[in-house]
């Protein structure tokens, strides 16, 4: 007698996308509320729950006491962690078919692909980096999302953000923004993919800044672009290498590695 297979656990990218935005939206916020508490408890700190939390979302890391700063890093850095280990699980399992199906097509198409994904990925990191230059020279500012994760790899929470960043964040958000987007919308002209799909990744990168960041229109545009630009780039590498979501994960995991090495190295923490 055959074996029943479970509905539930079969490969589905809308459960991989739903839970991807729950977890994005609220999980962060629930995961550092709880190690917040957990930390005030253990290091007998006495800060009640609004002091907590206000320490813990701060965009004024500077101005904290060092013991708060501590506080910070060790929930924020953690709760990255484990929102992206528990993201990996869940989309990777749910969107496993089409990692297998890319994963062929990666060792059919070798001989193309062995050389365009690392160009892909070289000259879209040059170009990236070339523009974040000429913008951060303008107005000598930077998003909300990029400056809280420069504190937390320099101030004890770098271990935590290699992992969440490096080696989770990449292949999540490449089966998310990549993958599922165009799969949803391959009837229509791929136009229409590329437009949702950079909308859809660079909103969650500084929504944070246009809420909380007291920053001018003009300064709000130009720092989307940089983001806004990462996501064509991957988007281009994406449907240049036959759709293959390896492709745009590799050039989104060179791309964190070497801006993770950045900043560690002009922070003076190697």
Not at 44 to 71: C, I, R, W, Y
Request: with cysteine.
């Amino acid at each position: 007698m055959k074996e029943t297979k479970n509905p539930i656990l079969e490969p589905n990218k809308t459960v991989a996308v739903v839970a991807y935005f729950l977890l994005t939206l609220l999980g962060g916020s629930i995961l550092i509320t709880i190690l917040a508490f957990f930390y005030n408890k253990v290091h007998n700190m006495g800060l009640n729950p609004n002091q907590l939390l206000e320490v813990v979302s701060t965009t004024k890391f500077s101005d904290l006491e060092e013991a708060h700063k501590k506080l910070y890093v060790f929930c924020n850095s953690l709760a990255n962690l484990f929102m992206y280990i528990l993201l990996f699980i869940i989309v990777v399992f749910f969107m496993r078919n089409y990692m297998k199906e890319d994963a062929k097509g990666l060792v059919k198409g070798y001989k193309k692909l062995a050389w365009l994904i690392p160009v892909c990925a070289i000259a879209g990191y040059g170009i990236s980096y070339g523009v974040e230059a000429i913008i951060a020279s303008l107005i000598h500012k930077t998003s909300v999302n990029q400056s809280s994760i420069e504190i937390l790899i320099h101030d004890g929470g770098a271990v935590s953000m290699f992992f969440a960043v490096v080696i989770c964040a990449p292949i999540v958000e490449e089966l998310i923004y990549r993958k599922a987007i165009f799969e949803y919308l391959k009837k229509y002209h791929i136009a229409i993919s590329y437009i949702v799909s950079i909308l859809v990744f660079t909103l969650p990168h500084v929504v944070t800044t246009f809420i909380e960041a007291e920053y001018s229109f003009l300064d709000n545009v130009l720092i989307c672009i940089p983001y806004a630009l990462s996501g064509f780039l991957l988007c281009l590498t994406y449907h240049l290498c036959n759709k293959n979501v390896y492709a745009s994960w590799f050039f989104h995991l060179a791309n964190n590695l070497i801006s993770f090495i950045t900043i560690m190295v002009q922070r003076g923490a190697v």
